[in-house]
């Protein structure tokens, strides 16, 4: 047991470092984001479909998270029925319990626990989930908030996260047989590795600011029940049917166990669809995940 929490403590530490350095410091997590989602994980994510032979098995994962969506939608929309919610807490458990942190959390601990292949296959789910958070969980904080977005809009807003266009050069560079040069190709890894650490730190930096306000303890409940139960159990279950390699299933069951993501929080705070339910949803998560992941890295075998 002692093991595998030390495959989680590093990423907890590398949390707790962004932590303390934003209550000391009270940096631009603004800029800092920047620098990571529109330089680094643009190139890591290049190098990712550059370096990777384009396989049918992407396509899997892509169908099974939108069925894994769907599911965790059915359970937590009968879940806010039961509890009469309104459709603002509704949305707002959603976004909790639909999107998993598969960036700044899941992938540095698929990379400690398994390896730089199922690295790799992380970095491939992270950009799906990209595509998922980008469209439904929009359109849930739109009806949360009441908004109306069209399907024009929806689709739009795909085109603005920069790591779909380091996929796309990568999948057509690869396709196209086009090599790049060694030299050139070690600065795109070297600046994407920095990448994953520099998400961690930002993790912690937005941890820091979170702030606890009055909602309803069982949103909470239900964000936490859904998120980091019954999310990896219907992963474990999915994968079952899934024409895969061993690996890639382990990173999906892993990356679905993850806690609340942290793009979720930005999505409450821009539709403003309970924020404060949403952030503190995340904060609590990830504390939880600190005894839950080594667990599910023991039912898995790892």
């Given at each position: 047991?002692?093991?595998?929490?030390?495959?989680?403590l590093?990423v907890?530490?590398?949390?707790a470092?962004g932590?303390?350095?934003?209550?000391?410091?009270?940096?631009?997590?603004?800029?800092?984001?920047?620098?990571?989602?529109?330089?680094?994980?643009?190139?890591l994510t290049?190098?990712?479909?550059?370096?990777?032979?384009?396989?049918?098995?992407?396509?899997?994962?892509?169908?099974?998270?939108?069925?894994?969506?769907?599911?965790?939608?059915?359970?937590?929309?009968?879940?806010?029925?039961f509890?009469?919610?309104?459709?603002?807490?509704?949305s707002?458990?959603?976004?909790?319990?639909?999107f998993?942190?598969?960036?700044?959390?899941?992938?540095?601990?698929?990379?400690?626990a398994?390896?730089?292949?199922?690295?790799?296959?992380?970095?491939?789910?992270?950009v799906?989930?990209?595509?998922?958070?980008?469209?439904?969980?929009?359109?849930?904080?739109?009806?949360?908030?009441?908004?109306?977005?069209?399907?024009?809009?929806?689709?739009?807003?795909?085109?603005?996260?920069?790591?779909?266009?380091?996929?796309?050069?990568?999948?057509?560079l690869?396709?196209?047989?086009?090599?790049?040069?060694?030299k050139?190709?070690?600065?795109?890894?070297?600046?994407?590795?920095?990448?994953?650490?520099?998400?961690?730190?930002?993790?912690?930096?937005?941890?820091?600011?979170?702030?606890?306000?009055?909602?309803?303890?069982?949103?909470?409940?239900?964000?936490v029940?859904v998120?980091?139960?019954?999310s990896?159990?219907?992963?474990?279950?999915?994968?079952?049917?899934?024409?895969?390699?061993?690996t890639?299933?382990?990173?999906f069951?892993?990356?679905?166990a993850?806690?609340?993501?942290a793009?979720?929080?930005?999505?409450?705070?821009q539709?403003?669809v309970?924020?404060?339910?949403?952030?503190?949803?995340?904060?609590?998560?990830?504390?939880?995940?600190?005894?839950?992941?080594?667990?599910?890295?023991?039912?898995?075998?790892?």
């Open positions: 047991m002692m093991q595998l929490v030390m495959i989680v590093p907890f530490l590398i949390f470092t932590y303390i350095a934003q209550k000391l410091l009270h940096m631009d997590i603004k800029s800092i984001s920047a620098l990571s989602l529109y330089i680094l994980l643009p190139l290049f190098d990712t479909f550059y370096s990777n032979a384009i396989t049918v098995d992407y396509l899997y994962l892509f169908i099974f998270s939108l069925v894994i969506t769907a599911i965790l939608a059915g359970v937590t929309v009968a879940i806010g029925f509890m009469k919610s309104d459709k603002e807490d509704i707002a458990m959603l976004l909790g319990t639909l998993p942190n598969s960036g700044n959390y899941g992938s540095p601990v698929v990379l400690f398994i390896g730089a292949t199922a690295f790799d296959y992380a970095i491939v789910l992270m799906l989930h990209g595509f998922i958070i980008s469209t439904v969980g929009i359109f849930i904080a739109s009806f949360g908030n009441g908004a109306t977005i069209s399907a024009k809009e929806a689709l739009a807003s795909i085109f603005r996260i920069p790591v779909i266009y380091g996929a796309l050069a990568g999948v057509l690869q396709l196209g047989n086009i090599t790049i040069d060694d050139l190709m070690e600065i795109i890894q070297m600046t994407g590795n920095a990448a994953i650490p520099v998400v961690m730190l930002i993790l912690g930096m937005q941890l820091a600011q979170i702030t606890k306000e009055k909602f309803e303890v069982k949103d909470i409940t239900t964000v029940v998120r980091m139960l019954i990896p159990i219907v992963a474990s279950i999915l994968v079952l049917f899934m024409p895969v390699d061993e890639m299933k382990l990173v069951i892993i990356l679905n993850m806690p609340v993501a793009n979720s929080t930005m999505l409450a705070v539709f403003n309970k924020p404060n339910l949403v952030s503190f949803s995340t904060l609590v998560t990830t504390l939880i995940s600190l005894i839950t992941i080594p667990i599910c890295l023991i039912l898995l075998g790892i």
